[in-house]
Nanobody, 117 residues
Framework: QVRLVESGGGLVQAGGSLRLSCVAS????????TGWYRQTPGKERELVAN??????NYAESVKGRFTISSDNAKNTVSLQMNSLKPEDSAVYYC????????????WGQGTQVTVSA
């Protein structure tokens, strides 16, 4: 079992920055990917950024503005969000996929990010 706890969400003006952090605990081994997703009411959860086998991937809408990073020693994955836009407002979820040998997907509880115009 893996437990994910996010922090760092909040209210910020457009053009501002926020840094989200996700701390993982539990059986953290055979990790396939770590990442961040976001969801707004009435829409499906969408990928923001992830790291798969050391390769980072970003949604087109956040490229050049968001940076994902991880600290394996601290079991932490972070998302630095710069130049925020109102359309970035959403609940952001941390995600970990492990191989045991089947794939297990774990989610955090989510953290709200609100960007005011």
């Amino acid at each position: 079992q893996v437990r994910l706890v996010e922090s760092g969400g909040g209210l910020v003006q457009a053009g501002g920055s926020l840094r989200l952090s996700c701390v993982a605990s539990g059986s953290i081994f055979n990790v396939i990917s770590t990442g961040w997703y976001r969801q707004t009411p009435g829409k499906e959860r969408e990928l923001v950024a992830n790291v798969i086998s050391g390769i980072t991937n970003y949604a087109e809408s956040v490229k050049g503005r968001f940076t994902i990073s991880s600290d394996n020693a601290k079991n932490t994955v972070s998302l630095q969000m710069n130049s925020l836009k109102p359309e970035d407002s959403a609940v952001y979820y941390c995600n970990v996929v492990v191989h045991r040998p089947t794939l297990y997907v774990y989610w955090g509880q989510g953290t709200q990010v609100t960007v005011s115009a």
